[in-house]
């Protein structure tokens, strides 16, 4: 897959802001800096790092997290701790990271979080009936 739709595909830059970065010298693709734009990026063995931080490129994730009290399941919060604050940075950037639901933030527990939007939507949908049990 080309480097640039990695990049745009993998974090938050775009595929102009990536021909920059890689212009820049910012790009790295298993320890070693890239300068083309139409490197050919191997999904299953390539690693990527854009600036030292390092980006996962597997299609989904899945991550169990254990909320702790105070923390709120939201990607933007001016006055609360956030759950993604919990994360590394590798996993704190991968592009389009959202939880299952939410829990209050005085609630602990498990929460997932992922960018399988489709799983998501089909676990949360107040159409499926799903039962969910607090304890």
């Not at 734009?37 to 191997?42: E, G, K, P, V």
């Not at 993604?84 to 997932?112: H, M, Q, S, V």
Request: hydrophobic share 35%; glycine share 2%; proline share 1%.
């Amino acid at each position: 897959m080309n480097i640039l739709k990695v990049i745009s595909n993998y974090s938050s830059y775009s595929r102009k802001e990536a021909k920059k970065l890689i212009k820049t010298k910012q790009i790295k693709i298993n320890e070693k800096i890239i300068d083309s734009a139409t490197y050919n990026f191997d999904l299953e063995k390539d690693k990527l790092k854009i600036n030292e931080i390092s980006y996962m490129t597997d299609k989904y994730f899945y991550i169990a997290l254990n909320k702790p009290k105070d923390y709120v399941c939201s990607h933007q919060d001016n006055h609360n701790k956030l759950v993604y604050d919990l994360l590394d940075k590798e996993i704190r950037n991968i592009k389009n990271l959202n939880t299952f639901g939410r829990l209050d933030k005085d609630t602990t527990g498990l929460i997932i979080l992922s960018n399988d939007g489709s799983l998501n939507h089909f676990l949360t949908s107040a159409k499926r009936h799903i039962l969910k049990k607090y304890i």
